[in-house]
């Protein structure tokens, strides 16, 4: 089955610092999105990204953060000057148009990132 | 707006049991879809089952069901003969047709008892 691959699996940084996050969506998805997770909490919702554009962000979506999608295969997350409490699993995932009959979120295993 | 509610932070179930997680969400689009995740400790989203709001019947996938009661606006997830490996984080979602964003709720652990 097609998978969403992200890398690296696990990215220490210090506070201050930017880093960035890749995915590889799946080849035939439309929509992009990012996702984090604050150790043993929910799975929050980041941005969605559709036709090269933001297509929504939730209020954690910030100045500091940008998505890139900077040629036909990966989607990035940029994050600029790094706060302690970046610290999460990002998760990126891609779906299929909406409205189509399987328009689940196919996720990827995720990007542990620590800031020290 | 729209709201996903998880009420259950944790449940142990004995091995073979049927086990019912509850989901309750908040939407005043007539059109959504409403969906169930697992995530073992390894950390990955597994995508178990999806109905959407106008499926006249609920969804099934193997040992998954969705009791979907539509005016109640609930979307319980029926795990029926637990294993061992069911032993992970369940997490509800909803997505609103007028949005491309699936939000998630603050998600059930649930624990197999051999």
């Known amino acids: 089955e097609p998978e969403v691959t992200q890398t690296p699996s696990h990215q220490v940084t210090q506070m201050g610092q930017e880093v960035i996050l890749r995915c590889v969506p799946i080849s035939n998805h439309l929509y992009f999105y990012w996702y984090r997770q604050i150790l043993g909490q929910k799975v929050e919702f980041l941005v969605s990204?559709?036709?090269?554009?933001?297509?929504?962000k939730s209020e954690i979506f910030d100045d500091q953060f940008s998505v890139e999608r900077p040629d036909g295969s990966n989607f990035t997350l940029k994050i600029r000057s790094t706060k302690l409490e970046d610290s999460a699993m990002y998760f990126c995932a891609s779906s299929l148009p909406l409205g189509t009959d399987n328009e689940k979120l196919f996720f990827g295993s995720g990007t542990q990132l620590s800031v020290l | 707006a729209q709201k996903i509610t998880q009420t259950q932070p944790g449940m142990f179930v004995q091995e073979k049991e049927a086990v019912t997680l509850d989901c309750t969400y908040d939407t005043s689009d007539p059109s959504y879809g409403l969906f169930w995740y697992k995530q073992p400790s390894s950390g990955e989203m597994i995508f178990l089952i999806y109905q959407g709001s106008y499926d006249q019947q609920n969804a099934t996938e193997g040992r998954y069901s969705l009791n979907f009661q539509k005016a109640r606006k609930s979307a319980n997830l029926v795990i029926s003969a637990s294993q061992l490996g069911d032993s992970a984080m369940y997490f509800c979602?909803?997505?609103?047709?007028?949005?491309?964003?699936?939000?998630f709720g603050s998600g059930t652990r649930l624990s197999i008892r051999p």
């Open positions: 990204f559709y036709n090269n554009e933001i297509s929504e």
């Open positions: 979602a909803m997505r609103r047709s007028s949005a491309s964003k699936i939000i």
